[in-house]
């Protein structure tokens, strides 16, 4: 099957789904058929079975974090992960047969619920896996990233040195406008990555159009200064070359604004990709505890 075509969920035909699958088929015929003189629950052999069956593929589970470190191939990761999600998802209805659906307030269904908050975090990442990558592709218009932050850095080179031929006022606008761009930093500043072209933007354009203004206005160099006193230069000078000058910086800035805030969306997309791994990991440690505290519980208090 064309790799491009081939998602984490139907890899390999899918074939981690039928196992899964099979694997609860078999689970629920067992339940169905097994009549234990007490009511079903994790102490009868059914009970047992389907517990330390469910017990392994946690550790198994876990394991898919080690693997994805040290393993360099990504199509083989990517049958690890469809089968990853597969059989933690079977996890569900094998660990509820396992407890005879017997849950009340106690450890072992408060080890239940932690389990199936790592589960609903995975479907959460699912989500994320299969999202994101094309909204990403389509935001990227083909561009890495490197290549657009290395035209943005280009672009500010540019506009700074334009903006320095206009007047120190226009050269401030745009070095703060540069200053203020947050793109990248740690995840919380990923998520809220910005970028300050607009502010910019609306500086020189209102500078040209006081231009304009007070070019029209007879007499124009008073008129000027009460527009706006920041382009007071403006009024006084007549000259051509300056407003073309300022055309042109709007240009460019109008030109970093785009990149700029494909690049921030793109580390958005990114940083999202990566914040519900923050729940799901540090929960699945928890889980594995309390499944350690559930074993010795129920062979020391039962
Ligand atoms: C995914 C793994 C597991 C989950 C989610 C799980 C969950 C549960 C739950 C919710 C109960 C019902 C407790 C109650 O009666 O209120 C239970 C009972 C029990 N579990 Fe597990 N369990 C798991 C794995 C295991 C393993 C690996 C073993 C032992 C090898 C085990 C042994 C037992 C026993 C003996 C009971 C009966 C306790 C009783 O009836 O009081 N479980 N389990
Ligand atoms: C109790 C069950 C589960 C446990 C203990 C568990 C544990 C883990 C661990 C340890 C990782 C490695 C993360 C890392 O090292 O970066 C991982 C990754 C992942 N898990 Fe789970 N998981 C469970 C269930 C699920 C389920 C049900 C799903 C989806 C439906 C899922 C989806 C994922 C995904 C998509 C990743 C990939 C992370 C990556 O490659 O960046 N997990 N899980």
Redesign the pocket.
Known sequence: MNARHES?LNHSGARWLWIALALIVVSLLAYALHSPAVPPNGGTWLGYTLGTIAGL??LW??????R??SYSGTSN?RGW?SA???L??A?ILLALLHAGFQVGWNLHTFFLVL?LL??V???F??Y??LRYPTLMTRNRESATRSAMLEEIAELDQTALTLADGIDPKVHDIVLRSIQNTRLGGGVLAQLRAHDDSDAALAGIRAALEAREKSQQAAGGAKSGQTIFAMVDFLASGTNDRQAEALRKLIDLLSRKKTLASRVARDIQYQAL??IW?YF??PL??A??AALFAHVIAVFFYW
């Open positions: 984490i593929l946690i589970l876990m394991y898919f974090g080690v994805k470190r990761l992960l990853h999600v597969y933690g998802t996890l389990m790592v589960i975090s995975g479907f990442g699912v994320c896996y990709m990566e791994l799901h990991v699945s440690f889980t594995v």
